[in-house]
């Protein structure tokens, strides 16, 4: 039986989940996000943030726009790095552009790592960019499948569109970050 303590404070995260699907405004969710942290810590006794590695194929577009939108949305509740299955060389141009002038967050910093380097085992919750990647998680790798989330993002790297695949690369990232809201609850159970 659930004590009292736990039962409010994932209530509390059910309200806080509803809040989000609203669309509430940036500074409201960062709120919101932290009253979520709150709450977790008391329902699971945690504390510190959680972490997220996010893996694309070559760590040069997707997986860093993800964690600069990561730390733009979650702040501090949430320590986020980036690696990928075949790593380039650099970020690309594009997505350090389409970050900046889009959404105000600079990731020309970023400099691309192989998910060899990453140690895999200190993260509560690995994201991958798209099923390849995800596979080759699951099998090359041995990321359990429990801290595993598979997303469906279309690399732009290759795409003739340019700037645009970025900026449609970047608002499906978006959208991804928000509905991994609702798995941040069941993270360390």
């Known amino acids: 039986m659930m ?27 960062l709120a919101l996000l932290d009253a979520a942290r709150i709450a977790e810590e008391s329902a699971y006794g945690l504390t510190g943030p959680l ?6 194929g070559g760590n040069t577009c997707r997986s860093p726009m993800a964690v600069g939108l990561a ?29 900046l002038t889009a959404y105000g967050i600079d990731i020309s910093h970023h400099r691309p790592r192989s998910v060899t380097h990453a140690p895999l085992d200190t993260y509560d919750l690995i994201v991958a960019m798209d099923s390849y990647v995800d596979s080759d998680l699951k099998t090359r790798f041995q990321v359990p499948i429990e801290r595993l989330v598979s997303w469906d993002v279309d690399d732009p790297f290759l795409d ?27 993270i360390r159970t």
């Open 3 to 29: 004590d009292e303590t736990k039962r409010q404070a994932f209530g509390r995260i059910d309200q806080i989940r509803e809040q989000i699907r609203a669309g509430v405004g940036r500074i409201d969710t």
């Open 51 to 56: 972490r997220i590695l996010f893996v694309c």
């Open 71 to 99: 730390k733009d949305l979650f702040g501090d509740a949430v320590l986020c790095e980036s690696a990928g299955i075949y790593p380039g060389v650099q970020t690309t141009p594009e997505a350090i552009e389409v970050m």
């Open 160 to 186: 003739p569109a340019g700037a645009e695949a970025y900026r449609k690369c970047a608002s499906v990232l978006q959208e991804n970050l928000v509905n991994l809201f609702d798995r941040l609850a069941e």
